[in-house]
């Protein structure tokens, strides 16, 4: 049973991860009326990643187009996170750290010398150092060190208090949170109108954005041909905690490749140090596998020895939302009033404030600025159905 409409707001955000804050966020700062459906804001994905701002060292081949907006996101980061602590009174964990990207063995260095070529032809900046250079700055890395990668412009935030600190910041500039599931997307006369939610009550808005990360093909009501194709990437992450008597066990993001798979440690000011992350296609699965655990800890004993020594203080696992070409999906769809705010993949953390402004200009222009244009939506044919989510599954 519907019930009577609320009166409308001029955005409707659905999704209360960091995406849909910020952008919830940025639109209450140009003076529009927002409202954000979450059953959980400040969840998501956010609450597993380790909130690297890696521009530099976590570019790929095929990805020069994303580069540029990771690049420029990462340029905005000090002044959004300074504004941001300031609108929440909360510490963003944000830190100027850098990072080293290490080989360990001789296929690693080769890895990493094409990389450092890569990134010196997009002009970004990379300096190669000697094994024993790289063990001069980080004392723990395993004597096999071969070689490695400083890039002092790569840093971190931590992304538990990114997310709080926005729920923080969209309250104070008027946001309104609806704690609850969005059912549907009302669609009438050929355009958007907002949600129903769970409980039946439709929320009506000039214009909504879908924001639910790897959730965001799922929404009943979105019509086909604008349904994003997006798809979730399980992460298994590991925290671990250094005691005082060990600090500073690192001092700065450390990366490696080994055995082809991608692994980071990124330690922060508080003595966590998070560990990550596989990459898995397992579709909804957000189980912890002993096997990931695994993995993880036996490459990162490898690069750090001494990290067997350290509590494990946490496993979790989340879902990133891959797009076809890795970059997010941003702006107004083909389907007049829905917009879209997803897809960011590896990247959601940085490219958090760049999907503000994004977001916001999109939102009171109707328009997409020209350093998010290769981002339009359309650029993608419509996704195929997805399979249920979890919940949605019949038990
Ligand atoms: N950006 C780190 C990851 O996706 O694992």
Redesign the pocket.
Known sequence: MSRIPTEATDVLVVGGGIIGLVTAWRAAQRGLSVAVVDPGPGGGAARV??G?L?AVT?LHYGEQTLLALNVESARRYPRFAAELSEASGQDLGYRACGTLAVALDADDRAHLRELHAFQLKSGLESEWLSGRECRRLEPMLAPGVRGGLRVDGDHQIDPRRLASALVTACERAGVAFHRQKAERLSVIRDRARGVTLTDGTALAADRTVLATGSHSASLPGVPEEVRPPVRP?K?Q?LRLTVPPRYAPFLSRTIRAVVRGN?L?LVPRVNGELVV??T?EELGWDTTVTAGGVYELLRDAHELVPGITELPLTETCAGL?PGSPDNAPLLGPTTLPGLLLATGH??????LTPITGDVMAHALTTGELPPEASPFAPDRFPAAPAPAPAPSEQPA
């Open positions: 990643a380790a690297m890696a976590e990437v992460g992450v991608h980071y990550g992350a990459s990133r993949y590896r990247n959601g953390v940085l």
